[in-house]
């Protein structure tokens, strides 16, 4: 099947490289320029291009040169309006041909956000970036906005504010003086990059705002380079979370699974309304501040998104139906080298903490079954931001997980995990291609015992099943949870005690760290819910409420949160919507999807015209993705 998100004709004709030449406009909040596409025709005599486009303001079409006359279709509510460009006659498979675009985004543009100066760390310059995945690209372009397309891709952007794309910088270099010595925020500057390893289309992104760079030490023999990008104001402290471990988490990958391809590897932090934990963007990570915990607990989020490197922006899936193969697989990656980089005991603590999270998502999706499976069959013009949740990562990595052992352990699997990547890198695939893969693996490398083995495996319950449990009861290494877990069964035990004569005490989580602590929450929320004068001790003894650590915080207000009618609940709702609004002591609007979504619905259930009341006062604080889920969590659209 054809990707069930697009318009655009790519199986006749495709995109192998675009030229952009941008002029980012900050006063008018609109980028304008060209996009010059190098096509290949795939289907004798095909007589025309179809590009996605969503919201763009188009002024003028050529093709090989010559001006020609375009055709915007209707817009379609998810997948946009299709602009349709006649060829000339007598095409032929193979041939190029070269197309060019000039056009504007309009304010309507979904994949750009647009900040005020207030909303930034330093509150002097505005700040602009996108977000391109699942299906955003044509919001800043016009392109054939599917995985099944991958293309290089060159830029030109003119702004008076620094400007990253996901691209090698050309000029000028990352290391001499901000906006090549000129004055930021008034002299504009014309930025060169170039990205020579083909992309999906939403891995395209761009950044502008007023941020610095510092360079990660160079690590050992390794040609890549990595380094952060950040505000002023924030760079020693996101140097700091970052610096230690970046270079080496890559190198270690490197070893397990295959070369790096992209030849820069930078970090950006980004203001907070960013609506993820991170963003694999090519050759440049978008990650949230909300990251930034002083303490390293929670820059697993940079293996992640590096992992990605190889599982997506390398093995990408065809279409959304597929997106479980770059999630799952990233997701179990990540943890593998958890347990290379640290113990066996990390990595099962890793799945541990995933757990809640994907038990959360499969409920979540009662109503919608068929968003429980891993393999989902979309609609034609369905939003794949409908599915979005923690099912592909962690659905995903559990039966990679289960695959592994079923097969004979980590040693016996890693062969193979580098064969699968080395397959089909720079390819985009599909499930039925990776299990042929699969299978063909372990006929060559194990015979009839191992086909035998695989076909012991439940397919249909694993890629298709709905429902709360997977398929197999999953078991981990809980050495690091003990003392969690432990302190969990603590509180459950003390639900009918006195409050006056419990021992608990505020140095109770001296010797945990953050994601102890977490897991510690996530126990506590996994049992019956405590009564009300418990949750409040609990939150007053361990200054839960009030912790910087929104991993933390966001639980605490899950658990207060969870029986909406009770005391605590009516207690601590205004002050959560205060919170992911920052209209708190932080003042930071928690703009991360993970945080916002879950606490915005929760409120709900409690008081339903203050969730409603807090969003609308702050709605356009959040980035448009994040505005639109909402609003549909909370029926307001």
């Known amino acids: 099947m054809s990707d069930p998100t697009t318009q655009s004709n790519y199986t006749q004709i495709a995109s192998e490289n675009v030229a952009f030449d941008w002029t980012v406009d900050f006063q008018a909040r609109v980028i304008h320029g060209s996009a010059s596409h190098k096509l290949r025709v795939k289907e004798d005599g095909v007589k025309e291009i179809i590009f996605d486009t969503a919201d763009l303001d188009i002024s003028a079409v050529q093709v090989a040169g010559k001006p020609v006359e375009s055709k915007i279709k209707p817009k379609h509510e998810v997948m946009g309006s299709a602009l349709h460009i006649a060829l000339p006659e007598g095409l032929e498979v193979g041939g190029l041909i070269d197309v060019t675009v000039n056009y504007s985004t309009t304010k309507a543009c979904t994949a750009l956000q647009w900040l005020e100066k207030e909303q930034t760390q330093g509150k002097k310059f505005p700040y602009l970036f996108s977000q391109c995945q699942p299906i955003y690209a044509r919001a800043l372009a016009p392109l054939q906005d599917t995985p099944s397309v991958k293309i290089t891709y060159t830029a030109k952007v003119s702004s008076v504010l620094p400007v990253l794309l996901s691209a090698i910088r050309v000029s000028p270099p990352s290391d001499g003086p901000a906006h090549d010595g000129k004055t930021i925020g008034k002299d504009s500057v014309s930025y060169t990059y170039n990205q020579p390893v083909p992309i999906p289309s939403y891995l395209i992104a761009i950044a502008a705002g007023n941020v610095c760079y510092r360079p990660f030490p160079k690590y050992e023999d390794k040609e890549w380079t990595t380094g952060i990008w950040a505000e002023p104001e924030l760079i020693d402290k996101a140097y700091w979370e970052?610096?230690?471990?970046?270079?080496?988490?890559?190198?270690?990958?490197?070893?397990?699974?295959?070369?790096?391809?992209?030849?820069?590897?930078?970090?950006?932090?980004?203001?907070?309304?960013?609506?993820?934990?991170?963003?694999?963007?090519?050759?440049?990570?978008?990650?949230?501040?909300?990251?930034?915990?002083?303490?390293?607990?929670?820059?697993?989020?940079?293996?992640?998104?590096?992992?990605?490197?190889?599982?997506?922006?390398?093995?990408?899936?065809?279409?959304?139906?597929?997106?479980?193969?770059?999630?799952?697989?990233?997701?179990?990656?990540?943890?593998?080298?958890?347990?290379?980089?640290?113990?066996?005991?990390?990595?099962?603590?890793?799945?541990?903490?995933?757990?809640?999270?994907?038990?959360?998502?499969?409920?979540?999706?009662?109503?919608?079954?068929?968003?429980?499976?891993?393999?989902?069959?979309?609609?034609?013009?369905?939003?794949?931001?409908?599915?979005?949740?923690?099912?592909?990562?962690?659905?995903?990595?559990?039966?990679?997980?289960?695959?592994?052992?079923?097969?004979?352990?980590?040693?016996?699997?890693?062969?193979?995990?580098?064969?699968?990547?080395?397959?089909?890198?720079?390819?985009?695939?599909?499930?039925?291609?990776?299990?042929?893969?699969?299978?063909?693996?372990?006929?060559?490398?194990?015979?009839?015992?191992?086909?035998?083995?695989?076909?012991?495996?439940?397919?249909?319950?694993?890629?298709?099943?709905?429902?709360?449990?997977?398929?197999?009861?999953?078991?981990?290494?809980?050495?690091?949870?003990?003392?969690?877990?432990?302190?969990?069964?603590?509180?459950?035990?003390?639900?009918?005690?006195?409050?006056?004569?419990l021992d608990f005490k505020e140095t109770d989580l001296d010797d945990f760290n953050g994601n102890q602590i977490i897991v510690f929450l996530e126990r506590l929320d996994s049992l019956p819910p405590l009564p009300s004068s418990l949750i409040f001790h609990l939150g007053s003894l361990y200054r839960l409420s009030s912790s910087s650590n929104a991993e933390v915080r966001s639980r605490f207000y899950e658990i207060a949160l969870g029986q909406p009618s009770s005391e605590v609940a009516k207690a601590f709702a205004s002050e959560a919507a205060k919170w992911v609004i920052g209209d708190d002591e932080s003042g930071v609007v928690k703009g991360r999807m993970k945080f916002c979504r879950p606490i915005f619905r929760a409120i709900g259930k409690v008081d339903k015209e203050l969730a409603l009341k807090t969003f609308s006062k702050s709605k356009t604080a959040f980035h448009p993705i994040a505005r639109k889920l909402i609003e549909k969590d909370l029926g307001a659209l």
């Not at 990408?316 to 640290?342: D, K, M």
């Not at 015979?447 to 319950?461: C, F, H, M, Y």
């Not at 432990?486 to 409050?499: E, G, N, Q």
Request: aromatic letters at 14%; charged letters at 25%; a negative charge.
């Open 242 to 501: 970052f610096s230690e471990d970046t270079a080496r988490f890559l190198a270690a990958e490197e070893k397990i699974v295959a070369s790096y391809k992209f030849g820069v590897y930078d970090l950006l932090v980004l203001p907070p309304s960013f609506p993820y934990g991170g963003m694999e963007n090519a050759c440049l990570t978008f990650l949230t501040p909300t990251l930034l915990t002083g303490d390293r607990t929670l820059v697993d989020v940079v293996v992640h998104e590096l992992t990605h490197s190889f599982f997506g922006n390398g093995v990408t899936h065809a279409h959304a139906s597929h997106f479980w193969l770059n999630e799952g697989w990233t997701t179990y990656i990540e943890r593998v080298l958890q347990q290379v980089l640290h113990s066996p005991a990390d990595r099962g603590f890793s799945f541990l903490i995933g757990e809640k999270a994907l038990k959360d998502s499969l409920k979540q999706y009662d109503d919608r079954p068929k968003y429980q499976r891993l393999v989902i069959e979309f609609e034609k013009g369905e939003d794949p931001d409908d599915a979005y949740s923690s099912i592909p990562y962690e659905k995903g990595a559990n039966f990679i997980l289960h695959l592994e052992r079923t097969l004979g352990g980590l040693d016996v699997f890693l062969p193979y995990v580098k064969d699968y990547v080395n397959t089909f890198m720079g390819k985009s695939i599909t499930t039925e291609q990776w299990k042929a893969h699969l299978y063909g693996y372990w006929e060559k490398h194990g015979g009839p015992e191992k086909i035998k083995t695989l076909d012991s495996v439940d397919w249909n319950a694993w890629l298709y099943g709905e429902g709360h449990e997977l398929p197999v009861k999953m078991k981990y290494d809980m050495t690091l949870a003990e003392k969690a877990y432990d302190l969990a069964a603590r509180w459950d035990a003390a639900r009918t005690s006195d409050i006056a004569q």
